[in-house]
Structures are given as structure tokens and as C-alpha cells.
């Protein structure tokens, strides 16, 4: 059914129909709840150029990767991320235009998107403590939501974040209530703004319980597998070695497993591990029981919530700039006990 043959079926005219389908406000809410319904039975999906042309709208969304981030691509929590905004975009008949792009680029690719008007708004990944594509953003005008946070940045901007530092500092009174004294960071890279924030939550619950702040036990790097198993061997090694890990992926996680098993240990029983582990739909932790005790946050929920909050942020450009910031929960899993020294 085309656009023309849905509006005879209803008696109203064409223009009526597309209104009530692309949210004008003239069209009355009675007029607006038939129109989708009879949509909806029909199975009809309006135009999407046709659409672009009646709302004056692009009905897409930009997200633009570096090429110094260009693992992002692969790596199953970006995925997850995307699948979970895409089906907020379908539902809103939008599209999305990923552009992967030089980082000295990013700038000409941002300005680019504005004035062709390929895009009605732009997703930022992986912001950094200053970010200064935030500042580009508004100069640009653009409407932009983050996927996360930038601390160093003053003023309001739209976003949507785990409260990494709530999590971290959780897990780590976890490991210390098991009687854990030795426990080792495994962070990704500190210039990112939920390394930064999960590394002040492990400081803070160190702190608080009277314990010290070891560097030697602090790590930051990309978040591998090679990365986690390499901080093992490393610390373990020493005189006064670790006995509790928490890891701030599960994709590093995997390697710090690796190198207990490989060491002849037991994971849970003579060191503990805790990881975020973002919940991904193709890496799970465990099925009945959790390999992993981990602080649990869904990014494919997180792209769900961050594309509606910035398809709303295009719909309602007057409207103050939404922010919503996530809990992770804490999971007990088969990777954590108590201390070797109260066993």
C-alpha cells in the first residue's frame, strides 16, 4: 500500500496522512492514533526520501570512527552499542551513516556531515577527558549525544553513561569484604573518561577500607585479551603478588583466566576476579551460573536509550539537553571467594 491508496482507505487527504506520520503537531492526536494503526495493519512504511522531504530532515544519523580506533569496528561491545541504537533509529524510520575517517580528518568529516546535511545528528564514541570534538559539535550546531562522559568539559551537553565509578568502587569493597589486601587494576586507557572514573572508584574503596595505593598494581592499557593474561605473568611474578584482579572488560578478563589456569591455579580459590563485563549478546558470561563475578551493564540497552534520547533532542530541539546516567549490577559469579589466608 503506497501513501496515496492509505489515504483513500482513511478518507483524508495525502498531506493529513504524511503529517500525522511525521509528528506535525497540527494534526490532532485522535487523527494521529488512526493513522498509525491503520499504517501498521497495512504494513505501510513511508518513503524514507519522501519522508526526508516532507520534515525537511535528513532522517539519519551520523557516527564517525577514527582509524586510530578502527578496532572499535570489530570489537563486540561497539557492535552490541550499534545494534542496540539501530533498532531505536528503524523504529523511528531513521537510517545510520558510519564514516570511518583519519584521525586529523575527524574535524573536516564532522563539518562535512553539517553542510551537506547527510545527518540530523551525530553519536561520539569513546570520549577522552577533554574531548574537544564536544566543543566542534556545538560549534557546528548539530544536535550530538556522547556515549559516555568528558569531565573536563564545561557545560551542557547530551549524554549517556554507566556510573563507572560507583561500579568499581563497589567491586573492589566486594574483594576487600572477602579479605583481599593485593588487588590489582587491570584498567583500559586512562585518557578515557570511564577509565579515569573507574580507577577513582577502586582508589576510593582502597582509601576508605585503610588500605594503600600500590601503582604497582595499577595498570592501563587497549583493553585486549594478550593485555590481561601479560598483567598476570607480570604480577604474579612478584614477591608480594595479588590476589584478587579487577578488570575492566571481559575481553581482558578472558587472558587473566588464561594465565591463572596456565599457571596451575585456581581461579575463585586461590586468586579472584572481577570484570565488567557490558553484557554482550555474543560473549556471554557463562549461561546458569556466571564464569565471572562482574559488574553487569547492558550497551546494547545504552544504545537503545542514547539513540532516543538524541532522536528527541532532533524532535524537540527547544527542550533542555537530556542526560541519564545507568547503574552497573554486581553479579557473583564462579571467579571470586575469600582471601587464600582465611581459607
Known sequence: MNLKELAAYLNLSQTTVSRALNGFPEVSEATRKRVAAAAEQHNYRPNTRAKALATGRAMAIGHVIPLSSQH?????????????????????????????????????????????????????????????????LREIGLPFAVHGRASDVVGDYCWLDVNNKSAFERATRFLIDLGHRRICLVNGLESMDFAWRRRAGYAYALQAAGLPLDPALM?????????????????????????????????????????????????????????????????????????????????????????????????????????????????????????????
Open 72 to 136: 572499535e569496528m570489530v570489537n563486540p561491545i561497539f557492535g552490541d552499542f550499534i545494534a542496540g541504537a539501530g533498532e531505536s533509529y528503524a523504529a523511528a524510520g531513521y537510517d545510520m551513516v558510519l564514516s570511518l575517517v583519519e584521525d586529523s580528518k575527524q574535524e573536516k568529516a564532522y563539518r562535512e556531515m553539517a553542510s551537506k546535511r547527510n545527518v540530523d545528528g551525530i553519536v561520539l564514541h569513546a570520549p577522552r577527558m577533554s574531548d574537544p570534538r564536544i566543543g566542534l
Open 219 to 343: 595498570f592501563a592499557e587497549e583493553m585486549t585479551e594478550s593485555y590481561g593474561y601479560r598483567t598476570v605473568v607480570a604480577t604474579q611474578a612478584m614477591e608480594d603478588p595479588p590476589t584478587a584482579y579487577l578488570v575492566s572488560s571481559i575481553i581482558p578478563a578472558m587472558g587473566v583466566r588464561r594465565a591463572i589456569e596456565d599457571s596451575g591455579r585456581q581461579i575463585g580459590r586461590e586468586i579472584s576476579v572481577i570484570t565488567h563485563d557490558d553484557d554482550l549478546s555474543y560473549l556471554r558470561n557463562g549461561d546458569e551460573v556466571p564464569q565471572f563475578t562482574a559488574t553487569v551493564s547492558s550497551v546494547q540497552e545504552a544504545g537503545r536509550q542514547l539513540a532516543n534520547l538524541l532522536l528527541d533532542q532532533i524532535r524537540n530541539p527547544g527542550k533542555p539537553l537530556p542526560t541519564r546516567l545507568l547503574e552497573a549490577q554486581l553479579t557473583v559469579g564462579r571467579s571470586t571467594g575469600p582471601a587464600p589466608s582465611l581459607r
